[in-house]
């Protein structure tokens, strides 16, 4: 019993002296440390049980490099950080009438790409260091087996009024729109991005987030 006091308060003399933000510990982050979580986003995190880190940034952090962001965020690398964008299709139209969704996925094994080709807005996840080629995710979806209607896609980002959110607080958690992302994000096993609020940001195992999300994955690089 004297061993694990001692283990305990060696810790914690070592907590304090490296100045260890709990905030950036896996898990269920303590409300005392992040002070707040967007209602919307915080249920969905808690209601798919995924596991996850929030930390409040400071007021100089989109002004800063990655590196600083990086560390900032207790990050490994600056390739862990990502953004999400909303994009509308200028070119999206209604599925034709009598259209059946199950006839083509009758599994129902393709689910996020058939939401993808026939929504007008997408949701794309990409890393900071990485350059978002929005052509790519074009030609990718129009040339998809599944495009069977041939659908035309051109993707401009959308309106604030659809965001929802202010710039740089893009969250794709609770989002209502298809998921693409990056296949550079998958070399990471844990990758950050907005957590709803311009100074909150979100982590969470690259994994965890596929077997939930099931976004659909392009390369863009």
């Known amino acids: 019993m004297e061993t694990i006091e001692f283990l305990n308060k060696r810790i914690g003399q070592i907590e304090k002296a490296f100045e260890i933000d709990h905030s950036c510990r896996i898990g269920k982050t303590p409300l005392e440390v992040v002070q707040e979580i967007p209602e919307k986003v ?24 990655l590196e600083y962001r990086r560390e900032v965020l207790q990050a ?29 996925d009758p599994m129902g094994l393709n689910k996020n790409i058939l939401r993808t080709l026939f929504s007008e807005y997408v949701c794309v996840l990409v890393q900071y260091e990485k350059r978002m ?4 995710i074009a030609k990718y979806l129009q040339k998809h087996p599944l495009n069977i209607t041939n659908r035309k896609f051109e993707y401009i980002m959308a309106d604030e009024k659809v965001l929802q959110y202010e710039h740089n607080a893009v969250t794709p958690i609770g989002i209502q729109f298809p998921m693409i992302m990056s296949s550079g994000i998958l070399e990471n096993d844990f990758f950050w991005f907005g957590g709803g609020l311009v100074d909150l940001k979100i982590g969470t195992r690259v994994l965890d987030f596929m077997n939930i999300y099931d976004p659909v994955i392009i390369k863009m690089d």
């Open 42 to 65: 915080l249920k969905e995190l808690n209601d798919y049980k995924l596991e996850y880190r929030a930390v409040k940034t400071p007021k100089e952090y989109y002004s800063k490099s």
């Open 76 to 104: 490994q690398s600056t390739a862990q950080l990502c953004k999400s964008v909303i994009f509308r299709n200028t070119l999206h139209t209604k599925p034709p009438k009598n259209f059946d969704f199950e006839k083509i």
């Open 133 to 136: 080629e929005i052509a790519e």
